[in-house]
């Protein structure tokens, strides 16, 4: 790969578009993922994933817009793209009549690359027999075939969609061992995800999409940071009337949402100058209270149901 490339993000896309029919999958989507990072594509089902990375690997063609993938373009270059990156799609479809060591030859012969030792080590670390047929296998265990077959030509690109479905925790502990691995000898890690602790656990940075649009893209602890914390209040106690003055203090509040009332108190997301919290809860005969960053689940499902943008 020429210098000129090298020097261009793992992934760009401007004003990338793609509708099917009348359908939207994206639209008017701008990312940047530079090369080294770990970054988290966040969003449920439907939200336009899967449209942008089929894009990104040159599996459909974009409607409008651009995107580069390793300095090449997805549709001119599919096969230089596939080349140097491991593409692990979210539901992996395999012959079932071959052994698990017939695919993973497969797909390094398709690369022409002799991949067996680094196949073998990934085999022994996921657990998984090369000697079973496709057919005898668990949905956890085909999932660990398109795994292996995505890493163990150990190319400087991963994008992965929604890659831990199937697998039990030990197993997802050990794959995201890998990808730290990977990514520490420089690799880029582009990660589709629904599951926000995986996100947030592994990513430096992510962006959130929503109905084919990005709404926020920051690093994941500003993200967390930026829109709100959660607040934990108590009281001395409900026959004291303090919790009732409490949940008057906190519908006065501006920037609140998010409340649960307890007997001794109250959790809330609050948005606002903290100073004004502060105040408002001066008059109240408190015992104890907490002031944290709220968790990325939190931060989500604000975007999505609170229709917030950023």
Same mark, same amino acid.
């Given at each position: 790969?020429?210098?000129?490339?090298?020097?261009?993000?793992?992934?760009?896309?401007?004003?990338?578009?793609?509708?099917?029919?009348?359908?939207?999958?994206?639209?008017?989507?701008?990312?940047?993922?530079?090369?080294?990072?770990?970054?988290?594509?966040?969003?449920?089902?439907?939200?336009?994933?899967?449209?942008?990375?089929?894009?990104?690997?040159?599996?459909?063609?974009?409607?409008?817009?651009?995107?580069?993938?390793?300095?090449?373009?997805?549709?001119?270059?599919?096969?230089?793209?596939?080349?140097?990156?491991?593409?692990?799609?979210?539901?992996?479809?395999?012959?079932?009549?071959?052994?698990?060591?017939?695919?993973?030859?497969?797909?390094?012969?398709?690369?022409?690359?002799?991949?067996?030792?680094?196949?073998?080590?990934?085999?022994?670390?996921?657990?998984?027999?090369?000697?079973?047929?496709?057919?005898?296998?668990?949905?956890?265990?085909?999932?660990?075939?398109?795994?292996?077959?995505?890493?163990?030509?150990?190319?400087?690109?991963?994008?992965?969609?929604?890659?831990? *479905?199937?697998?039990?925790?030990?197993?997802?502990?050990?794959?995201?061992?890998?990808?730290?691995?990977?990514?520490?000898?420089?690799?880029?890690?582009?990660?589709?995800?629904?599951?926000?602790?995986?996100?947030?656990?592994?990513?430096?940075?992510?962006?959130?999409?929503?109905?084919?649009?990005?709404?926020?893209?920051?690093?994941?602890?500003?993200?967390?940071?930026?829109?709100?914390?959660?607040?934990?209040?108590?009281?001395?106690?409900?026959?004291?009337?303090?919790?009732?003055?409490?949940?008057?203090?906190?519908?006065?509040?501006?920037?609140?949402?998010?409340?649960?009332?307890?007997?001794?108190?109250?959790?809330?997301?609050?948005?606002?100058?903290?100073?004004?919290?502060?105040? *408002?809860?001066?008059?109240?005969?408190?015992?104890?209270?907490?002031?944290?960053?709220?968790?990325?689940?939190?931060?989500?499902?604000?975007?999505?149901?609170?229709?917030?943008?950023?």
């Amino acid at each position: 790969m020429n210098a000129a490339r090298t020097e261009r993000p793992a992934i760009k896309a401007e004003g990338l578009t793609k509708y099917y029919g009348k359908s939207r999958g994206i639209t008017d989507l701008d990312l940047t993922v530079k090369r080294g990072e770990f970054f988290g594509y966040i969003g449920p089902n439907g939200a336009g994933k899967s449209t942008t990375i089929r894009i990104l690997t040159g599996l459909i063609k974009r409607t409008g817009g651009r995107a580069e993938v390793l300095g090449m373009d997805p549709e001119a270059d599919k096969e230089a793209i596939l080349a140097n990156v491991g593409y692990l799609p979210s539901e992996a479809v395999f012959y079932q009549g071959l052994k698990v060591k017939d695919i993973i030859r497969l797909s390094a012969d398709l690369r022409k690359m002799d991949c067996s030792n680094e196949a073998e080590k990934l085999c022994e670390r996921l657990r998984l027999d090369r000697n079973k047929k496709i057919s005898e296998l668990s949905f956890g265990n085909r999932k660990k075939v398109a795994i292996v077959c995505a890493l163990q030509h150990k190319p400087e690109l991963y994008i992965l969609d929604e890659p831990t *479905g199937g697998l039990d925790p030990l197993m997802q502990r050990e794959f995201f061992t890998i990808l730290k691995e990977r990514n520490r000898d420089g690799a880029t890690i582009f990660l589709s995800s629904h599951i926000l602790s995986e996100v947030q656990q592994h990513c430096g940075r992510a962006a959130i999409i929503r109905e084919g649009r990005i709404i926020a893209c920051d690093n994941v602890s500003e993200l967390i940071k930026a829109n709100a914390r959660r607040i934990k209040v108590r009281t001395e106690s409900v026959s004291s009337g303090e919790n009732s003055r409490l949940m008057d203090i906190i519908g006065r509040l501006n920037a609140v949402r998010d409340v649960k009332q307890h007997d001794d108190g109250a959790d809330f997301l609050y948005g606002g100058d903290i100073n004004e919290l502060i105040r *408002g809860l001066s008059d109240i005969r408190l015992t104890d209270l907490d002031i944290s960053e709220p968790e990325l689940d939190e931060i989500f499902m604000h975007y999505y149901q609170d229709g917030g943008e950023a």
